[in-house]
């Protein structure tokens, strides 16, 4: 499995605290079957901020300790970019990218998309990003109407849900709204958002819920091949399945009516 979200780079965010955090979850993570992390630190204008140069050091410091330590894990970078006006410059600038392709991971207010989200991503998507939308299943606007993250789809904008989410880490409608976006086929990834609080037992455990809910397929498209597609630069389709949606009972019924 490749891990596309985790905070796992030490003393940058909300995520570890010490290099001997971090490496216990490389450890772990390995231990599980994780070939490969992205370390993807929150970038936040005004509240996490840095320069790519202080993030590069953390990341070279933390790949050597981690070779001293016997650890096989690739460790790749990366970030989690917080959606404001203007923040193309600093992608731009700073390269927040996801490793050297063109996608980057990005996320908002949890308590509702902001009617201007899509207005501040549209300039990415021009400049030849690839946004890929962090946890949806956690934002109260898809919670409440789950098709707006299909319209982010249908606007380019890829989706990734937490696996704490499948097992309910973040309550019953995250829960819920998780599944509805997988079974219509609008999630993409399925990742840890590791803040070293051991989120690689539930990547693992609910990879193997959609394998048996879903199919195997997808449980590998969505934390193993997708994954592998930012690694290799290359494509992933934004409609990967086909989802045969209930007809329009009310038509359907004017239908019968009108014509037996
Ligand atoms: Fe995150």
Redesign the pocket.
Known sequence: MIDI???ILPNIDDGSASAEQSLQQLKQAEELGVSKIYL?S?YFRGHYQYTRGEYDEKLNNLREQAQTAGLQIEIESGF?VFIQPGIQEDIQEHSLTMGDSRYVLI?SELNGLPTDFYANVYPLLRAGYKPIL??AERYVSIMHKPSKARDLVDKNVYIQSNAGAFLGFYGEKVRQTAWTLLENGWTHFLAS?D?VKGEYGALVEASKLIGKRIDDHTADLLTRDHPARISNGEAIKYSYVIVKRPRNHRKKSIMRRLFG
């Open positions: 979200h985790s905070h993807t929150h989690e996320e962090a946890h958002d803040h």
